[in-house]
């Protein structure tokens, strides 16, 4: 087996890696989800629970603060390591945390000022200590995000997978310490510290057993000021911007329909908001891998044969579970969620296409940073957000959540130009290309549609879930038909 083999079979095993990782961390925060929420709706009342879910998605939206510099901090050491520039590398590593760490300073400073005034409390009509909550949550988002980006020299080097490995058990752990929590009495202050915490401890671990804090010097800590920090920032300006378009797309919704309907309403929506990162989060992971594969040749076979099989593992995981969505989201949610509210009618099928159009433009963002074309993701991915936030605030006032789903998928066609761009750098013709690799994957997809179809006609909630088993079944056959084909095919 010649280096080039090896190489993408080093590739396809990480695919496969950070894929598990990734379902199980999602799996991990899915049973928060599913397990806690009913507890937590009944101990806090929906608006304690709308006020956890504004924590929860604030813990999320803080990405927003990164300025870039994550993505810019491994792209710029995976260069440096392919040059074989190993003190290149530290200074970026260093550079970046320094950086970032210095906005988060100035955010925190930001929220208790708002908080104090009283605004964060009258835009998004909070409960009494509600700003509380959420400066808190500021605090320690930004040690969380600081921690992961001690992780990246990891994804830099194509270990994507023990990020996720990390950010899973702590999810896990965070289960039965909230849960506890709640059922003694824990207010919501509490609990998202408690997670917080959950959260951040794994990874500093994984960064100290992988020997990531030595690559940190006093030397380097001293001549960091504020030009150095401002250069950072103006390199990954474009990084960042994309950044903002993912944010502003999917959990600053939440505090949009706060603002529109109150707290209890944001709740239900954040619910239906982590179950669609099942399609645009979960199912589209394996184009993270892409982006330091790709950054790490120029050659556009090499180019072709890493994407197309990132894009088929996202085109596998999305593509069921989108089809979940469809035909039994409706019945599964109904078994689950008792707010007094009925589920609205075509929920599932918004919540896919939401997915759907979050998973592409995953690929097409990350794929584009691996190619030198992030200024071109970034104006596009704001055209995106622009619209999608347009057509998120009119469909709920046109059609509740399910026309916010509807409208906040309508700015993918702004992605189309960019991914034509990725398909040339990559030896394609088109995006139509991409599809074209979907064909041994479409017998698949159309019987676990049969499954699902016949199953949602039934009322027996037992055979809902039996349905899952044989769709699992046929992802795992594609999955093992993906790690069989040629880098050609």
């Not at 917080?196 to 804090?213: D, E, H, K, M, Q």
């Amino acid at each position: 087996m010649n280096s080039d083999d090896n190489t993408i079979h080093s590739y396809r095993r990480e695919l496969l890696k950070n894929q598990l990782w990734q379902v199980l961390n999602f799996a991990s925060k899915a049973g928060f989800l599913f397990l806690l929420t009913p507890l937590m709706i009944s101990k806090w009342g929906a608006e304690g629970y709308g006020l956890f879910a504004l924590a929860s998605s604030l813990l999320v939206s803080m990405a927003i603060l990164d300025g870039g510099v994550r993505a810019l901090t491994r792209i710029q050491m995976a260069e440096a390591w392919k040059r074989g520039d190993e003190q290149s590398a530290r200074r970026v590593y260093l550079e970046g945390l320094l950086t970032f760490a210095s906005i988060c300073l100035l955010a925190i400073a930001a929220s208790i000022a708002l908080a104090a005034t009283g605004w964060m409390t009258d835009l998004l009509r909070l409960p009494p200590g509600g700003a509380a909550v959420l400066v808190m949550t500021v605090a320690c988002t930004a040690v969380l995000m600081i921690s992961l980006l001690a992780l990246e020299p990891l994804a830099a080097r194509g270990n994507l997978s023990a990020l996720k490995a990390a950010n899973t058990w702590g999810a896990v752990v965070a289960i039965p310490l909230c849960g506890a929590m709640v059922l003694w009495g824990a207010h919501v202050g509490p609990v998202v510290l408690a997670y917080a915490t959950s959260l951040t401890i794994p990874n500093i671990i994984v960064a100290w057993r992988a020997g990531l804090l030595a690559m940190l010097s006093w030397e380097g800590i001293f001549k960091f000021t504020p030009r150095v920090a401002w250069r950072t920032v103006s390199a990954g300006v474009w990084y960042y911007l994309t950044t903002i378009s993912l944010i502003g797309k999917t959990h600053s919704l939440t505090f949009l329909v706060s603002a529109l309907a109150g707290p209890a309403e944001a709740g239900l929506f954040y619910i239906l908001l982590r179950l669609s990162e099942i399609v645009g989060n979960v199912g589209a992971t394996s184009s993270e891998t892409s982006l330091a594969a790709l950054a790490s040749t120029s050659d556009a076979l090499k180019r072709r044969a890493a994407f197309s099989q990132s894009w088929l593992h996202v085109s596998l995981f999305c593509t069921h579970g989108t089809l979940v969505f469809v035909f039994l989201s409706q019945h599964l949610l109904s078994l689950w969620i008792h707010t007094g509210e009925a589920i609205p009618n075509f929920i599932g099928i918004t919540l896919g296409l939401f997915g759907l159009a979050g998973a592409f433009s995953r690929v097409v963002v990350n794929a584009s940073m691996g190619l030198d074309l992030i200024r071109t993701a970034a104006i596009a991915g704001l055209w995106e957000a622009g619209v999608s936030i347009c057509g998120a605030a009119a469909g709920f006032h046109l059609w509740g959540l399910p026309g916010l789903f509807l409208g906040g998928s309508a700015g993918i066609f702004c992605l189309l130009s960019a991914g034509t761009k990725v398909s040339e750098r990559c030896g394609l013709f088109s995006i139509a290309a991409w599809f074209a690799f979907l064909k041994p994957l479409l017998p698949g997809f159309l019987l676990a549609g049969l499954i699902l179809f016949g199953a949602s006609l039934s009322h027996s909630p037992l055979l809902w879930l039996l349905a899952l088993i044989p769709c699992a079944a046929i992802a795992l056959i594609q999955l093992r038909k993906l790690h069989s084909l040629s880098p050609q095919d």
